[in-house]
């Protein structure tokens, strides 16, 4: 399995002879792509209520994807390419374990995230934008292809936990506080009408 991880990562990461512009667009994919996505899906949630739904899924699926990864981490501190001197690296990560991506899992929490809104185009626009950012943390050099394909599986599990377990049960009982606090606000207008 390790051949096969090396193999692919041989493959994408970029070598000595990759364009200059290939670097910088795989750095600024890496570094700031993320934030990028993140703050859409804010800007989202300022106009609809359903994207708000979506960013408090994705605000929590990304702090717990990042713990679990940090538990896994700290179980299984897998070494990076680097470590066994693979490819070459154009960003530092230092000695840190890489699996599973941290860039690639929160930028697929929140992609996942998204797939409660009526239209799947924002989700699949998202997917592609975190498959972006997890080719680059490869291309860099950072982290090995099954890095990244771990963390999509699990920025989707989490997502789906997060969105079953918290989100759709709270939005359940913040809509019925809501309609209560509304049916008292049209009771009481009614009787001041009245009197």
Not at 49 to 69: C, D, E, H, I
Not at 89 to 109: D, E, K, M, N, T
Not at 110 to 130: D, E, K, T, Y
Request: net charge positive; proline share 6%; hydrophobic share 60%.
């Amino acid at each position: 399995m390790q051949d096969l991880e090396f193999a692919l990562f041989g493959l994408v990461n970029a070598g000595a002879s990759a364009p200059a512009w290939s670097i910088s667009f795989a750095l600024f994919a890496s570094n700031f792509v993320p934030a990028l996505l993140a703050l859409a899906i804010a800007v989202g949630a300022v106009f609809d209520r359903r994207w708000r739904y979506a960013m408090f899924t994705m605000l929590v699926s990304v702090l717990v994807a990042w713990l679990v990864v940090g538990v896994i981490r700290s179980l299984m501190p897998l070494p990076r390419p680097a470590f066994y001197g693979l490819g070459i690296q154009w960003a530092s990560q230092g000695i840190r374990p890489g699996f599973p991506s941290l860039h690639a899992v929160g930028c697929f929490a929140a992609a996942f995230s998204l797939w409660s809104l009526p239209r799947r185009a924002p989700m699949l626009v998202a997917l592609g934008v975190a498959a972006v950012v997890a080719w680059s943390r490869v291309y860099l050099g950072l982290h090995f292809p099954f890095d990244v394909l771990a963390a999509i599986i699990l920025g989707a599990f989490v997502v789906v936990l997060v969105e079953r377990g918290l989100s759709r049960p709270l939005s359940l009982v913040v809509d019925k506080a809501l309609r209560t606090r509304l049916r008292n606000r049209v009771r009481r207008a009614a009787r001041f009408s009245e009197s």
